[in-house]
């Protein structure tokens, strides 16, 4: 069974870190993009950052670019984001993504076939 479990999320202050695992299951991600989307009351679903675990090559959007950042443990199949110097405009529900999208259209999220449970990150300001 493919599956993806989320962990971390959470309420935090502006300034503050918080670190979002995603352990994947079921079938080898090797081939995979695999990263985070999110989404804020009353907007669409956007790109945060995404890994692609053959090339280990992570890509981030411009709004996270120098404060997230991925990590994996190959062995666990577990994906990280450190999300660092947290901004109130980064309150959104993650949620994990896995998929394996043609180049050009990975930072959509329709790309992705497999998705966690999704958790919520809350900063307060």
């Known amino acids: 069974q493919v599956q993806l479990v989320e962990s971390g999320g959470g309420l935090v202050q502006a300034g503050e870190s918080l670190r979002l695992s995603c352990a994947a299951s079921?079938?080898?991600?090797?081939?995979?993009?695999m990263g985070w989307f999110r989404q804020a009351p009353g907007k669409e679903r956007e790109f945060v950052a995404i890994?692609?675990?053959?090339?280990?090559?992570?890509d981030y959007s411009d709004s996270v670019k120098g404060r997230f950042t991925i990590s994996r443990d190959t062995a666990k199949n577990t994906l990280y984001l450190q999300m660092n110097s947290l901004k109130p405009e980064d309150t959104a529900f993650y949620s994990c993504?896995?998929?394996?999208?043609?180049?050009?259209?990975?930072?959509?999220?329709?790309?992705?076939?497999?998705w966690g449970q999704g958790t919520q990150v809350t900063v307060s300001s």
């Open positions: 993504a896995a998929g394996r999208p043609i180049l050009s259209n990975r930072f959509n999220p329709d790309g992705y076939n497999y």
């Open positions: 079921g079938r080898s991600w090797r081939n995979d993009f």
């Open positions: 890994h692609n675990w053959s090339r280990s090559k992570s």
